[in-house]
T-cell receptor, first 116, second 111 residues
Framework: AQKITQTQPGMFVQEKEAVTLDCTYD???????LFWYKQPSSGEMIFLIY??????QNATEGRYSLNFQKARKSANLVISASQLGDSAMYFC?????????????FGKGTMLLVSP | SQTIHQWPATLVQPVGSPLSLECTVE??????LYWYRQAAGRGLQLLFY??????ISSEVPQNLSASRPQDRQFILSSKKLLLSDSGFYLC??????????FGPGTRLTVT
C-alpha cells in the first residue's frame, strides 16, 4: 500500500538556523507528487511546496526547499533561516498517479518549535 | 483570487444530533472538492471528494455523508452524531494544478 512516513514527532531549532524535516514514501507507481503543508495552531493547512516525481530539479519556494532523493524515496523539507513564526505542525503528503491524482495521502506530521 | 470558506468555525453538538457543515469556494469554477477530518494530534483522513455537482466519492464508510448541490458548494452531513465524530473538519479544493488549498476548518465537539 502507498504510504507516507514522518519519523520525527517533534523537532526543535533555534531562530535563524536551518532545519530538515524528514519524509519517506512507499510506492511502486512511477508517477506521483509530493507536498508539504504547514498547520499553525489556528488549524488552517497552508500549502508550502510541491515536487513532481519527474521533476529534474529540487523544488524551492523562498526559505523552503525540498530535498528530493528518488532512489531513497525521500522528500525532506528544508527550512532555512528559521523564524519564530515557523513554529507549527508540518505534514508531508502525496498524490499517486494510479489514483488519478485525486486524493492526498498525509503523513502523521512533525511538530516544529523554533526558539529565540 | 480564489478563497474558500467554511462554517461554522466551532460547533458543540450532543450525541445523536444532526450535523451540517458547509464549504464554499469563490473565484474558480468546477473545482475538485474534498472533506478531511483530523482527530486531535493526528494527521488528516480523507472522508469524501467530489469532481462535480452531484458526484461524491466516499473514502471511509461511516455515518457521515456529503453532497454537492452547486458547483462551488460542498456540504458534510450526519443524521446522528457519534462521540467519535469529534474532530477538526477541513474542506479543500483543487483547480488546474495538483495542489490542494484548504479552508479555515470547523472544530466539532460531540458531547
Amino acid at each position: 500500500a502507498q504510504k507516507i512516513t514522518q519519523t520525527q514527532p517533534g523537532m526543535f531549532v533555534q531562530e535563524k538556523e536551518a532545519v530538515t524535516l524528514d519524509c519517506t514514501y512507499d510506492t511502486s507507481d512511477p508517477s506521483y507528487g509530493l507536498f508539504w503543508y504547514k498547520q499553525p495552531s489556528s488549524g488552517e493547512m497552508i500549502f508550502l511546496i510541491y515536487q513532481g516525481s519527474y521533476d529534474q530539479q529540487n523544488a524551492t519556494e523562498g526559505r523552503y526547499s525540498l530535498n528530493f532523493q528518488k532512489a531513497r524515496k525521500s522528500a525532506n523539507l528544508v527550512i532555512s533561516a528559521s523564524q519564530l513564526g515557523d513554529s507549527a505542525m508540518y505534514f508531508c503528503a502525496s498524490l499517486w498517479g494510479d489514483s488519478g491524482y485525486s486524493t492526498l495521502t498525509f503523513g502523521k506530521g512533525t511538530m516544529l518549535l523554533v526558539s529565540p | 483570487s480564489q478563497t474558500i470558506h467554511q462554517w461554522p468555525a466551532t460547533l458543540v453538538q450532543p450525541v445523536g444530533s444532526p450535523l451540517s457543515l458547509e464549504c464554499t469556494v469563490e473565484g474558480t469554477s468546477n473545482p475538485n472538492l474534498y472533506w478531511y477530518r483530523q482527530a486531535a494530534g493526528r494527521g488528516l483522513q480523507l472522508l469524501f471528494y467530489s469532481v462535480g455537482i452531484g458526484q461524491i466519492s466516499s473514502e471511509v464508510p461511516q455515518n457521515l455523508s456529503a453532497s454537492r448541490p452547486q458547483d462551488r458548494q460542498f456540504i458534510l452531513s450526519s443524521k446522528k452524531l457519534l462521540l467519535s465524530d469529534s474532530g477538526f473538519y477541513l474542506c479543500a479544493w483543487t483547480g488546474q494544478g495538483y495542489e490542494q488549498y484548504f479552508g479555515p476548518g470547523t472544530r466539532l465537539t460531540v458531547t
